[in-house]
Each structure stands twice: as structure tokens, then as C-alpha cells.
Nanobody, 121 residues
Framework: QVQLVESGGGLVQGGGSLRLSCAAS????????FGWYRQAPGKQRELVAT???????NYADSVKGRFTISKDDAKNTVYLQMSGLTPEDTAVYYC???????????????WGQGTQVTVSS
């Protein structure tokens, strides 16, 4: 089991910045990658960014150049630095941890409870 606790959300004006944190605990050695997803009202949850245990990153086109995902292995914490925020970034942001593949090539996802980010115009 892996537990994820997000923090850092809030209300920010357009053009502003926020940093989200995700503290992981439990069977972290089973995790192959961490990610941030978001879900706006009436929309499906979408990928924002991922980072593997080796540090490889991937971003949604909509956030490239504005958001940066990073991790601090000593603190078992994953971060999402967001800048140049727009009202379109308003959503609940969820931290995700995906396990490495088991012998049957299955992975498992763990989710945090989510943190609200609201960007005013």
C-alpha cells in the first residue's frame, strides 16, 4: 500500500504561481512513476505531468513550459511547480503513484485525495 497526501492548492490570480506537494509513504519501493492529474468540473481527469523513479519527465502539451514536476527522494515527496496560471488551469489536482509491472505485466495506481487549485481572471 502507498499513501499520498497532497498540499499546496489554493486561490491564485491569473499569471501567478503555486507549488503543489505530494508526500508519499508506505511501499514506495514498489512505485515506478509518480504523476499529477487534474479534473475540472464537468470534465474527465487528465494527465498533467509524470516523473519516473529515474527522473524522466513527461508533460501534457497544455502545461509544457509552465509547469515543472520534480521529486525529492530523501523526503519521499513529489512537487508540481506551476507558473503562468490561467483560469483554464482551475481544477482539483491529484497525485498519482503507479507501481512497476508485476510478473503478469500489471500495474496498480494509487491516488491522493486531491487539492483544489482555483485561478481567478
Amino acid at each position: 500500500q502507498v499513501q499520498l497526501v497532497e498540499s499546496g492548492g489554493g486561490l491564485v490570480q491569473g499569471g501567478g504561481s503555486l507549488r503543489l506537494s505530494c508526500a508519499a509513504s508506505g511501499s514506495i519501493s514498489s512505485i515506478g512513476a509518480f504523476g499529477w492529474y487534474r479534473q475540472a468540473p464537468g470534465k474527465q481527469r487528465e494527465l498533467v505531468a509524470t516523473i519516473t523513479t529515474r527522473g524522466s519527465t513527461n508533460y501534457a502539451d497544455s502545461v509544457k513550459g509552465r509547469f515543472t514536476i520534480s521529486k525529492d527522494d530523501a523526503k519521499n515527496t513529489v512537487y508540481l511547480q506551476m507558473s503562468g496560471l490561467t483560469p483554464e488551469d482551475t481544477a482539483v489536482y491529484y497525485c498519482n503513484a503507479r507501481t512497476t509491472k508485476d510478473p503478469w505485466f500489471r500495474t496498480y495506481d494509487y491516488w491522493g485525495q486531491g487539492t483544489q487549485v482555483t485561478v481567478s481572471s
